[in-house]
């Protein structure tokens, strides 16, 4: 190569290996970041009506527990995720049905129905909730969730609309 | 190998020709073979040939640095084996502590070391902060390796966490729940990251492999590449800082005598008995386990690791933006930034510095010692801050403001330092941090001996033994 006022040989080389380095450290890096930060974003299309139990079998005025398993295949991996609420019959219609989540809003410790507290009571951080699912003492910032579809089918069975966040 | 025309030398075993190869020179006689063996060898090389004598004082660095490399070392084996008898998979992880508990050979020793050893390292660690924070250590030229040694405590507590996962109980599983939910109160990306450390909406199967390879692989690795740094700075910054007592005004000049025998012995020695010990440590006391992870049912009282209790307890006070995000970035901020804003050389080595930083670390540690239980006993039973300000969004009301009302004595307490004792930077970082981490110990202690039950205040001999 003539000597040329534009670029060394030097700043040459120093600018091509900048270059494809930068390229192929974007090429490795995409991929490596977008693989990591991939289930972040998985959306599980999780939408069903699901079956928690005879209408009869839920006493009427007492919260009664129940709970269901959400299984998810992927591969060879099988991920079982559990859901548990209270469902609270006011009266014999079945309209009048109040179903909680029994997952608390504070740090999701599950919360437990006692009967002699008139409320729902948190094991992890003493949070109290009243029977409507709102927070009475203790650190939850929000009122239980509340499953507000719900259905009674021909057979008396009660289903809840579950749809994943 | 004898060669043409050389006279055959006398013939040597195999063993002798063997030995000759791994250690060429043999074991030194003398001073400059002592010197040339620790310059010659990769692992003794990060030792310089000589140290001054009075740096190798037990009363000055409690061998608290090397014990943390010890434990590194045998968690590193220990896990390394724990590895051919796991799956991370539910519910096979649990069924496979199991196993190894009744069915392998010395599989419930080796599990006892790893879980030692591992909950050991954290006290370590933080004792080997407190003693570099009060001989003044961290500062120019040492700021760098103060930021990873910080660094590397995070990635311990990251190494705990990830493996308290592993074994799949409810101890594991509850613990992680609640450690994992902190993050989805993080402003605008919580949900996303909350996910993200999941591997879907709540603690499972995706998680579990998410910990795990983070536990046996990245965190693991980082702290083996930062731990070989942090030594190789510490030879770089001048080796250890010089001890000095309160009332030497000069740093005092040390002979310097060989690393072999004098250093190297003592860490032996030290090595050695504390591995003896957590032998028996191990042999005696079992690592616990509960019955296996029910995401239906949490226990009662459901426990963050022990060494989380105190962000637990403020957990209970704060909404969960402050106590779990904002205090410990604010506290992990303060620790990053130290060596950057106190930074006078004269009293490096002097631990607290002179005798009136000594009177106001005890002074500090006082004050807190009285406070924080005061403090806790007032918030259990006459402060309602959502009460007494129905309405107000739980973040002020649960969090903000009783955050101000108890900051705000600090500061107090912190400016009539400076106007009644014109206290310097070094004297009152002494008093605010000395405040802080008593506090934070109390609070611990609370959150191990004192919660029970639905999280309420017990004497300890009151509580009920934990899984019954
Ligand atoms: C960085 C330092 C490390 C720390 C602080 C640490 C901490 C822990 C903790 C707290 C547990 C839970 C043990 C229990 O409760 O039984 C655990 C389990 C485990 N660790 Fe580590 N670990 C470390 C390094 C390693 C390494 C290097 C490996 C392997 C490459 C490893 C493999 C395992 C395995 C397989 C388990 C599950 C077995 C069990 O639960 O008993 N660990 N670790
Ligand atoms: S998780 Fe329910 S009160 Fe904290």
């Avoid at chain 1, 599980?44 to 139990?53: L, R």
């Avoid at chain 2, 259990?380 to 739980?394: H, R, T, V």
């Amino acid at each position: 190569m003539t000597s040329s006022n534009r670029m060394s040989r030097r700043d040459f080389i120093k600018v091509t290996i900048g270059a494809i380095g930068g390229v192929m450290g974007v090429l490795l890096g995409v991929p490596v970041v977008g693989y990591l930060l991939q289930p972040a974003f998985r959306k599980q299309a999780a939408e069903a009506w699901i079956p928690i139990g005879k209408l009869e079998a839920f006493t009427i005025g007492i919260p009664s527990p129940f709970s269901f398993t959400r299984t998810k295949v992927n591969g060879w991996e099988r991920t079982a995720t559990s859901y548990g609420g209270f469902v609270l019959r006011r009266s014999e219609d079945p309209k009048e049905i109040l179903i909680l989540s029994s997952r608390c809003t504070h740090l999701s410790c599950r919360v437990n129905w006692n009967e002699a507290a008139q409320g729902y009571l948190c094991p992890c951080h003493d949070a109290k909730f009243s029977i409507e699912g709102e927070v009475l003492s203790g650190p939850p910032p929000e009122p239980l969730e509340r499953y507000n579809e719900f259905k009674v089918d021909e057979d008396g069975n009660l289903l809840i609309f579950f749809e994943e966040a | 190998m004898t060669e043409e025309g050389n006279p055959a030398p006398a013939p040597r075993s195999m063993f002798d020709r063997m030995r000759e190869r791994l250690v060429p020179d043999g074991l030194p006689e003398d001073d400059r073979g002592r010197i040339r063996m620790v310059v010659n060898s990769l692992v003794l090389h990060l030792h310089p040939a000589k140290v001054p004598e009075r740096t190798l004082r037990w009363t000055y660095s409690w061998g608290l640095g090397g014990l943390s490399a010890v434990l590194m070392m045998l968690l590193g084996v220990t896990g390394i084996i724990l590895l051919n008898n796991y799956t991370p998979a539910v519910p096979q992880a649990y069924l496979d502590i199991l196993e190894l508990r009744s069915n392998v050979w010395f599989g419930e020793l080796i599990r006892n070391l790893h879980h030692w050893s591992a909950n050991l390292l954290i006290i370590v660690a933080v004792l080997h902060l407190v003693r570099v924070f009060l001989t003044g250590a961290y500062r120019p030229p040492r700021e760098l390796n103060w930021l990873i040694g910080a660094g590397m405590l995070v990635l311990v507590l990251a190494a705990n966490f990830t493996g308290y996962l592993l074994p799949w109980d409810q101890l594991a599983f509850w613990a992680i729940t609640v450690g994992t939910s902190i993050l989805s109160y993080v402003p605008l990306a919580g949900e996303w990251l909350s996910r993200l450390a999941l591997g879907g909406p709540e603690v499972g199967g995706n998680t579990l492999l998410n910990f795990y390879s983070m536990h046996i692989s990245f965190i693991p690795l980082l702290i083996f590449a930062l731990m070989s740094y942090h030594f190789w700075r510490v030879r770089k910054d001048g080796g250890l800082t010089m001890p000095r007592g309160l009332d030497e005004a000069e740093p005092p000049i040390s002979e310097r005598v060989t690393t072999i025998p004098h250093l190297v012995r003592k860490e032996l020695v030290f090595a050695l008995a504390w591995i003896a010990a957590l032998l028996v440590f191990a042999m005696l006391v079992p690592a616990p386990l509960e019955d296996i992870a029910n995401p239906d049912v949490s226990p009662n009282p459901a426990k963050a690791p022990w060494y989380f209790l105190g962000l637990q307890e403020l957990l209970l006070h704060f909404h969960p933006l402050v106590a779990g995000i904002i205090l410990p970035g604010l506290a992990a901020l303060a620790v990053f930034m130290l060596p950057f804003f106190d930074t006078n050389p004269a009293s490096v080595g002097v631990y607290f510095r002179s005798r009136r930083g000594r009177s106001l670390t005890f002074l500090s540690a006082g004050l807190a010692l009285v406070l924080t239980p005061l403090w806790v006993l007032l918030d259990e039973y006459l402060l309602n801050w959502s009460a007494w300000l129905p309405g107000w969004p739980a973040l002020l009301s649960n969090g903000l403001i009783p955050l101000a009302v108890l900051l705000l004595p600090l500061f107090l307490l912190d400016e009539w330092l400076v106007r009644s004792f014109k206290a310097d930077t070094e004297e009152r970082v002494l008093f605010i941090a000395g405040f802080v981490f008593t506090a934070f110990l109390i609070l611990t202690a609370v959150g191990i001996f004192f919660r029970g039950p639905g999280m309420g205040l017990y004497w300890p001999w009151e509580l009920p033994v934990a899984g019954h």
